[in-house]
Every structure is written in structure tokens, then in C-alpha cells.
């Protein structure tokens, strides 16, 4: 008898709807897990592939190193000039171009603030290499003895001193940008001030001080950039 009563619980229409419906489920609940477990696939696959890829293009990065260097010159011994170099310690199947500004400021120090003044040089670097393939370097710039005007200026300056307590410094600022593509063709560009790298608004913001002169680095006389206070409107900015 209980056979017979399981075989026909089982020919009940409401029985088969009850198992349709429930393997439904389970399909639809496979399906789920499958559909769940092919997009964390699809996920991790494609964070693979974009980690891959930044490896790659980083693989394909230079790596750059601006630095000065003082030279001593062979008719008295005195570091007079004073060379730029860019060296890179990265990839190196790329082209670059190399630029530089060389800035010098003036600042007043007086009792109620300081201002400046800043004027760009344009000759302190005016022979350049390019494509150097001593080690690591790929760009050398100098100018004869640049540093022995600027260090005539600096001292000019330091002694500057006015009884009301005013007095004056001099500095120097070299920008460097250096444009470059890679393998894949894609552009980039560095900026640096001095040895140090910085972004783009930094790099600009100090060339939008510049006085509109540019001047020669062996016409350059320390009156002359010190008369440039006057010509400012607001002294003290």
C-alpha cells in the first residue's frame, strides 16, 4: 500500500508542478552562481590585464636625474663654470627634447617686508649635447664661466646693505623641461626646478614672475636688476 500511495502522490498534477518548479529553482540558482562567478572572473581578468599594462608602459618610463655641476677652469682653478646635465637611469629607447630657463631673483629685504624681482638669463647655458652615450647622460649643457657672473652679482648684492637696514639676495633658478615619447607613442613632459621635479602649475607660476626684459648673461650689471624695483607698481609683491 505505501508504494502504491507514493506512485500516485507522484502522478498528482500539483506533485509534478511542485518538482517543475522546483528544479526551475535550481537551474535559475545555478545559473545565478555561474552568472555571479563569470563577472568576478571578467573583474579580476581585466584588473590582471590593467595591472599588466601599467607594468608595461612603467617598464617603458625613463627615469630622469637633473643635477649641476661646478667646473673648475683650467686657466686659474677657480669653479667658474658650471655645467647642467640630465641623466637617465631608465628606459632608453625614447625621444627627448630638452629645454632650460635660467632665472635670477632679487629679493629687498626691508623692515616693514621683502620683494623681488626676477629676470630671466638667456645664455647662462648656451652650448648643449644632446644624445650622449657616456653612461647614463643624455643631455649636457654649459656656458663658459657663467657661474664666475653670477657669483660677482651674488657678492654685489650680499654687500648691498643700506643704513635704514635694508639689504639684498640673489638667487638663481634653473628650469628644466623635458618633453619625451614613448614606445607606444604617447607623449609626456617633466618639469623641474633646479634638481627637483615639479608639476606644471608650479613650473609656470615662476616663469609668469619674469620681467618682460630678457638680458645677456655678460651684459648683466647689478644696478640695472636692482633698478628694476622701480619700475614695479605695487613694491612690495
Known amino acids: 500500500m505505501g508504494n502504491k500511495r507514493i506512485k500516485n502522490w507522484l502522478r498528482k ?6 518538482f517543475s518548479s522546483y528544479f526551475a529553482f535550481i537551474i535559475a540558482f545555478a545559473t545565478l552562481v555561474v552568472s555571479i562567478f563569470n563577472i568576478r572572473f571578467v573583474r579580476q581578468q581585466t584588473k590582471i590585464n590593467t595591472t599588466l599594462t601599467q607594468l608595461q608602459i612603467a617598464q617603458n618610463q625613463p627615469f630622469f636625474i637633473v643635477y649641476t655641476k ?45 620683494d623681488t624681482v626676477l629676470i630671466r638669463v638667456d645664455d647662462y647655458f648656451w652650448l648643449s649635447f644632446s644624445g650622449i652615450t657616456d653612461r647614463n647622460k643624455v643631455y649636457h649643457s654649459l656656458g663658459p664661466s657663467n657661474n664666475r657672473v653670477f657669483f660677482d652679482l651674488y657678492l654685489k648684492a650680499l654687500n648691498d646693505r643700506n643704513e635704514d637696514g635694508t639689504f ?9 623641461k623635458i618633453e619625451y615619447s614613448d614606445l607606444l607613442n604617447t607623449n609626456y613632459t617633466k618639469y623641474y626646478i633646479n634638481d627637483l621635479m615639479v608639476n606644471e602649475q608650479k613650473y609656470n607660476k615662476m616663469l609668469s614672475k619674469v620681467q618682460d626684459e630678457h638680458y645677456s648673461l655678460n651684459h648683466l650689471d647689478y644696478e640695472n636688476i636692482k633698478g628694476l624695483f622701480d619700475k614695479k607698481l605695487d613694491p612690495l609683491h
Open 168 to 176: 639684498y639676495l640673489l638667487e638663481k633658478y634653473i628650469l628644466v
Open 13 to 18: 498534477e500539483e506533485t509534478i508542478h511542485l
Open 70 to 114: 661646478l667646473i673648475q677652469d683650467s686657466t686659474d682653478g677657480i669653479f667658474g663654470t658650471e655645467h647642467l646635465f640630465v641623466d637617465n637611469y631608465g628606459f632608453s629607447n625614447i625621444t627627448l627634447s630638452v629645454s632650460e630657463n635660467v632665472l635670477f631673483e632679487l629679493t629687498r629685504c626691508q623692515k616693514n617686508g621683502s
